[in-house]
């Protein structure tokens, strides 16, 4: 019965496909807001709340400050930063 759950959806299976679309840029802001949530207590799973350190994140407010850094300049990424990130 276990491994019924561990089955993705096809709503997880749609958002994984769409930020696959997505660029660099715009997959660094998606995960930025996923790393504020997670770090504000915004994110459950199956009704529990998940801690960063749980999905492997030690510190949630450095990753969330160094991707806004990222971004930061003019709102556009440098081609040495977006290299590798699609």
């Known amino acids: 019965m276990d491994e019924e759950k561990n089955i993705p959806s096809q709503e997880v299976l749609m958002m994984v496909d769409m930020f ?3 660029d660099g840029q715009r ?3 998606l995960l930025g807001i996923f790393i504020k949530k997670l770090e504000n207590g915004e994110i459950e799973l199956n009704g529990k709340q998940i ?3 749980e999905v492997g994140i030690d510190d949630a407010y450095v990753c969330y400050s160094t991707i806004l850094d990222m ?3 003019e709102g556009k990424l ?3 930063q977006t290299q590798g990130i699609t």
């Open 71 to 73: 971004i930061s300049a």
């Open 51 to 53: 801690t960063p350190e």
């Open 27 to 29: 997959q660094l802001e």
């Open 20 to 22: 696959d679309c997505l």
């Open 78 to 80: 440098t081609d040495h």
